[in-house]
């Protein structure tokens, strides 16, 4: 099938009917065309700056930041190296796929962009003019902070995950809801639902 040629796909839609889709063979090809970083193609290494900084055969990229395909799930499996302009240099399978030292060096680059308090203890959650006040102990000790009610910024992202956003864009994670006492629970569901 040439580039230009499409096919027919069926593919059921909510209600169960089937629908026909187009898929070019273009956008086919252009997934199977991920580079898939190894230890064997690669080298990682910290600059002067202690940037992440990424060799690949003779092209050297002296600052990449690692994304998480699945931040909420799994840090470890299928990593997105990228460049500061945001271009893909490859994709990391497994994390343990690297030596030690390596995953160190990835493990500390997720933690920085990643860093997500854990929220242990809600102690109180006051709303006013669309905005709750929070006042929690995390991981990272007593924090407080504020979040724009609506928009998704307090929602789950498990069945039992629940992940609070800030106006300052910082996040922080309840890991079990169902674990919280039943006032915290009430405090935090308002913002869930409000």
């Avoid at 399978?93 to 390596?102: A, C, P, Q």
């Avoid at 956003?165 to 913002?191: A, H, W, Y």
Wanted: hydrophobic content about 35%; proline content about 3%; aromatic content about 8%.
């Amino acid at each position: 099938m040439s580039s230009s040629e499409t096919r027919k796909e069926s593919t059921p839609d909510q209600t169960g009917e089937l629908l026909e889709e187009e898929i070019t063979a273009g956008s086919l090809s252009d997934a199977a065309d991920m580079h898939y970083l190894t230890e064997d193609n690669v080298v990682f290494h910290k600059t002067e700056g202690q940037m992440l900084a990424v060799t690949v055969g003779d092209e050297t990229h002296s600052a990449v930041y690692v994304h998480c395909s699945f931040p909420h799930t799994n840090k470890h499996m299928f990593l997105s190296v990228r460049t500061l302009e945001n271009r893909e240099i490859g994709m990391i399978r497994r994390l343990s796929d690297f030596s030690d030292n390596t995953q160190q060096l990835l493990e500390e680059q997720l933690q920085i962009r990643y860093f997500t308090p854990e929220i242990r203890k809600v102690i109180t959650v006051n709303e006013e003019f669309g905005y709750s006040y929070w006042e929690t102990e995390t991981s990272a000790g007593l924090c407080r902070f504020t979040v724009r009610g609506g928009g998704g910024n307090v929602k789950l992202v498990s069945p039992d995950r629940l992940l609070v956003t800030d106006v300052d864009g910082n996040r922080f994670v309840i890991p079990n809801i169902s674990k919280l006492q039943d006032k915290e629970f009430r405090m935090v569901e308002l913002c869930m639902y409000g």
